[in-house]
């Protein structure tokens, strides 16, 4: 593995369905992200985790959950999942965590919720 | 008003030319600004960082105006290989960047 990794690459899901994607990273990198990105809208941050065992909301919090056992995975989970959860998924990570960071990405995750 | 603002363009341009776009944010207390390159809804990756004082790599400077809330990116001699949307990036919070639409950008033959 070099960078990080996501899987599924893409997804369709019927609504109301549990969904875990997973995002994993081998550069030992402190801080990761998820984010995600919709035609005419900027990426919008989930979750964050600056560190191994703590987590943080982002912007688009609701119906999202993660957890950081280790450095390395940061999963995101749709506990039921509704069409407006539509969208591209992408998983970042940066060394530090700081706003300073250069935040490198996955290949992203294309759901679709029918 | 969005955050973070950037025209959607496209901008069309012949190979070779210079073209430059501009995108404005919102929170005067924003002190990191970058520059992000997305092929066809690949990943983004890192294009630069915006100084206060201005910087160049290669063919590309990017530049910040802090009283008019602005940063600015400029391609010199463009590529085909510059075709791409970029993201204009600012933070808000120690760890939440804001994120911009992105600026399609075309370069033709």
């Known amino acids: 593995i070099a960078g990080i990794t996501q899987a599924p690459t893409s997804q369709i899901l019927a609504a109301g369905r549990r969904m875990t994607l997973r995002c994993t990273q081998d550069?030992?990198?402190?801080?990761m992200y998820w984010y995600r990105q919709d035609l005419g809208l900027g990426l919008r941050l989930i979750h964050y985790?600056?560190?191994?065992?703590?987590?943080g909301k982002g912007e688009v919090p609701d119906g999202y959950s993660v957890s950081r056992a280790n450095t390395d995975d940061f999963p995101l989970t749709l506990a039921s999942a509704v069409p407006s959860q539509t969208s591209v998924y992408f998983c970042a990570s940066s060394g530090g965590g700081g706003d300073t960071d250069t935040q490198y990405f996955g290949p992203g995750t294309r759901l679709t919720v029918l | 008003r969005k955050e973070v603002e950037q025209d959607p363009g496209p901008f069309n341009v012949p190979e070779g030319a210079t073209v430059a776009f501009n995108c404005t944010y919102s929170?005067?207390?924003?002190?990191?600004f970058f520059w992000y390159r997305q092929d066809c809804r690949k990943e983004p990756k890192l294009l630069m960082s915006v100084y206060s004082s201005g910087n160049e790599d290669g063919r590309f400077t990017a530049q910040l105006n802090r009283a008019s809330q602005y940063i600015s990116l400029l391609i010199r001699d463009s590529k085909l290989s510059d075709s791409a949307t970029y993201l204009c990036v600012v933070n808000k919070t120690y760890y939440q960047l804001i994120w911009g639409a992105g600026t399609k950008l075309i370069i033709k033959p």
């Open positions: 929170n005067s207390a924003s002190q990191s």
């Open positions: 985790s600056n560190t191994a065992g703590t987590t």
């Open positions: 550069m030992r990198h402190n801080a």
